[in-house]
């Protein structure tokens, strides 16, 4: 069983900058899953942003955020991270942390584990 638990939203303007965190906690091995940020606005689909592997040895990106958005993780700390810069209003979302065994998956049905989420709201 793993707990997830966001932190880090808020309100920024368009250009400005977010740092989200996702500290995991519970009877795991942190380095043996994999880490996905998620995001979804209202009435849309929760989609994809980027992921992270077990070992750190690949990361993925959404299209939308290649470029901007930087995912990392530190195991010591049980913690993941995403930095977030030159926000655009489309960004405006809950964003969820998930996990998984080892590797990244795309499909948010593929994480077994997820937080309660984070308000990021970037106004034009």
């Known amino acids: 069983q793993v707990q997830l638990v966001e932190s880090g939203g808020g309100l920024v303007q368009a250009g400005g900058s977010l740092r989200l965190s996702c500290i995991a906690s519970?009877?795991?091995?942190?380095?043996?899953?994999?880490l996905g940020w998620f995001r979804q606005a209202p009435e849309k689909e929760r989609e994809f942003v980027t992921g992270?592997?077990?070992?750190?040895?690949?990361?993925a990106y959404a299209d939308s955020v290649k470029g901007r958005f930087t995912m990392s993780r530190d195991n010591a700390e049980n913690t993941v991270y995403l930095q977030m810069n030159s926000l655009k209003p489309e960004d405006t979302a809950v964003y969820f942390c998930?996990?998984?065994?080892?590797?990244?998956?795309?499909?948010?049905?593929?994480?077994?584990?997820w937080g309660q989420g984070t308000q990021v709201t970037v106004s034009s």
């Open positions: 519970g009877r795991t091995t942190f380095t043996t899953y994999a």
């Open positions: 998930a996990a998984r065994p080892l590797w990244v998956t795309r499909t948010p049905s593929g994480y077994n584990y």
């Open positions: 992270i592997s077990w070992d750190s040895g690949s990361t």
